[in-house]
């Protein structure tokens, strides 16, 4: 839906935007640009994914250079970590559903290059005030355009202080403190935002924390299942190797603490995230919660490409084991990830053939007088995946209205979605393991097991539309489907 404004390039398409993400103020000229850029064409769209993804792997690469180079001997492989931190982002297994997904983009940019580039500065602000000053508006920026990042500077800052092998009263305290205050008040200004992307609080988060992140090694091998016990030797051949070269400059000790403070980044981050109910992914969709995983694994991997590079002179064996074994690791996890994305374009093959048998009474130019009173729920008959055709209620109608736009050559339906002027349809999708429910004047849903509705929308009929043929039913209340 998000890119699918029926006035793209308009001030009243950037109105609408910014009203609806008003958390995220800074997102609104991307997403605005975006649009614009997009006009939709979905063949665009995975074109400007794809350039996001070299911009945000190049930012990490940037931030990983700055990071070695505040190091003592790292300096002149900086370029070389720079190179392996970039692939390293791309290839990461989580990114793949991040960037092939229409709108997963617009969690990572522009957040992630605001981020990087903060951190590049406050990492050398030493006393120079305007770098802070710059790198801490940089970060404001990043905060307030996704919610990510959140206090992600400290533990950077921490990082760099282990590995420079500087004393705790050696920590960049203002820069410490200044980040902390400014995630701290992003934070507020997205809890007391009334419009926007808002995020619940869930009460049970510490179960889902557990959930998700006790799982990362299942949940990361299940997303390179191909070539998992392969990439998993490789990583860790590579990470032991690319150790013992960083600990020739800094100390063993150094570099476990370093690790140990970039889990308790991860971690952070996975707490925030189960704050507003979600658990970790790395496959659909949902695999832009690995974001701050996918950016530490790289710059590490940046890091310690840098510290094989310059150790070739003493550690020649380590350094070698390094680059052969970071090699095969590039080479299975792009292989893994041409699968993944194979699977992205299978849905949108799905997807399509799914919209080709829409009735024809849905996709025409004349709506029925009543539309506006009427709920259309799509029902699948296929096993779920990891990557579903289009599904939440934003996702659906905005499907149905692209369809219907390659049909009629307009964007109509789109304007009651913006607008909630209520003269359209509203639609829904059946997830899998979700209930469905219908009173004769209101639809809900929600997952099975909860009791909690997710969706729902008051209305006067309830259409069914079962995707593997092109005929509407109508439903007569009370009526229920799914969780049996």
Excluded at 213 to 236: C, M, W
């Amino acid at each position: 839906m998000i890119l699918l404004h029926p006035f793209v390039g308009t001030a009243e398409a950037f109105r609408d935007i910014a009203h609806g993400v008003a958390t995220r103020p800074v997102s609104v000229p991307f997403i605005w640009l975006a649009q614009e850029i997009v006009d939709w064409s979905p063949a665009r769209s995975q074109i400007l994914n794809a350039v996001m993804l070299l911009v945000a792997a190049a930012s990490v690469g940037m931030l990983a250079a700055a990071l070695s180079a505040g190091v003592r001997g790292l300096r002149d492989g900086a370029f070389f970590g720079a190179c392996v931190a970039s692939s390293a982002f791309i290839v990461f297994p989580s990114n793949i559903g991040t960037f092939a997904w229409g709108v997963g983009v617009s969690t990572v940019i522009p957040a992630l290059p605001l981020f990087c580039l903060a951190m590049s500065l406050l990492l050398h602000a030493g006393s120079s005030w305007w770098r802070l000053a710059a790198g801490l508006l940089m970060a404001l920026l990043s905060h307030l355009s996704y919610e990510a990042f959140y206090f992600q500077e400290i533990t950077v800052l921490l990082i760099s202080t282990a590995l420079r092998g500087s004393r705790i009263t050696d920590i960049p305290w203002r820069a410490v403190i200044g980040s902390a205050v400014v995630s701290v008040g992003c934070l507020a200004f997205n809890r007391t935002t009334s419009d926007g992307v808002q995020k619940t609080f869930h009460w049970d988060f510490l179960q889902t924390f557990i959930a998700g992140y006790s799982r990362i090694p299942s949940i990361l091998g299940h997303a390179v299942r191909e070539y998992d016990l392969l990439i998993a030797t490789s990583v860790i051949i590579t990470g032991l190797a690319g150790a013992i070269c960083l600990a020739r400059f800094v100390g063993l000790w150094r570099v476990q603490i370093a690790l140990l403070v970039t889990i308790c980044g991860v971690v952070a981050s996975g707490f925030l995230y189960a704050f507003a109910g979600y658990g970790f992914a790395a496959e659909g969709p949902m695999a832009r919660v690995g974001v701050i995983l996918a950016t530490y694994y790289s710059i590490g991997s940046g890091v310690l490409a840098t510290a094989a590079w310059s150790a070739t002179r003493w550690y020649r064996l380590p350094a070698f084991a390094f680059c052969l074994f970071a090699a095969i690791a590039f080479v299975a996890l792009g292989l893994t990830a041409r699968s993944r994305v194979d699977e992205w374009a299978d849905t949108w093959a799905y997807e399509l053939s799914r919209l080709s048998r829409l009735p024809a009474s849905i996709i025409s130019n004349e709506l029925p007088e009543d539309a506006g009173r009427r709920i259309y729920l799509a029902i699948e008959d296929k096993a779920q995946t990891f990557v579903e055709p289009a599904t939440a209620p934003w996702e659906i109608a905005g499907a149905v209205a692209w369809k219907a736009s390659q049909t009629t050559n307009s964007r109509r339906l789109m304007v009651d979605t913006w607008h909630g002027s209520h003269t359209a349809p509203y639609w829904f999708s059946a997830p899998g393991n979700w209930f469905n429910r219908w009173n004769g004047n209101s639809f809900e849903q929600g997952p099975c097991g909860s009791g909690g509705i997710t969706y729902s929308s008051p209305g006067a009929e309830l259409w069914l539309w079962k995707t593997s043929t092109s005929e509407l039913t109508r439903i007569e209340a009370p009526w229920e489907y799914g969780c049996k």
